[in-house]
């Protein structure tokens, strides 16, 4: 019986979920990239905070690339 209710609940909230439009402001949200680069991240393992230098990394490369990408196709055509 348990497993019976949250399976309704799940599929109430997944119709809640579908049922919310996105909006252009929701794409262009950077606030949770920024709150991710300027947060400390107070772990004293090693691995998890290599990880997450490793993330930052990655993100500002996509981001800059991306930022390439579309300053190429407007500008340099």
């Given at each position: 019986?348990q497993?019976t209710?949250?399976n309704?609940n799940?599929?109430n909230s997944?119709?809640?979920?579908?049922?919310k439009k996105?909006t252009?402001k929701?794409?262009f949200?950077l606030?949770?990239v920024?709150t991710?680069?300027?947060t400390?991240?107070?772990?004293?393992?090693?691995?998890i905070r290599?990880?997450?230098?490793?993330?930052?990394?990655s993100?500002t490369v996509?981001l800059?690339?991306?930022?390439?990408?579309?300053?190429k196709?407007?500008?340099?055509?």
């Amino acid at each position: 019986m348990q497993t019976t209710k949250t399976n309704i609940n799940d599929t109430n909230s997944e119709k809640i979920v579908r049922a919310k439009k996105n909006t252009l402001k929701d794409y262009f949200a950077l606030m949770p990239v920024l709150t991710y680069f300027f947060t400390k991240k107070n772990s004293a393992n090693f691995n998890i905070r290599a990880m997450h230098t490793i993330n930052k990394i990655s993100i500002t490369v996509f981001l800059l690339g991306l930022i390439f990408i579309i300053v190429k196709k407007l500008f340099l055509n």
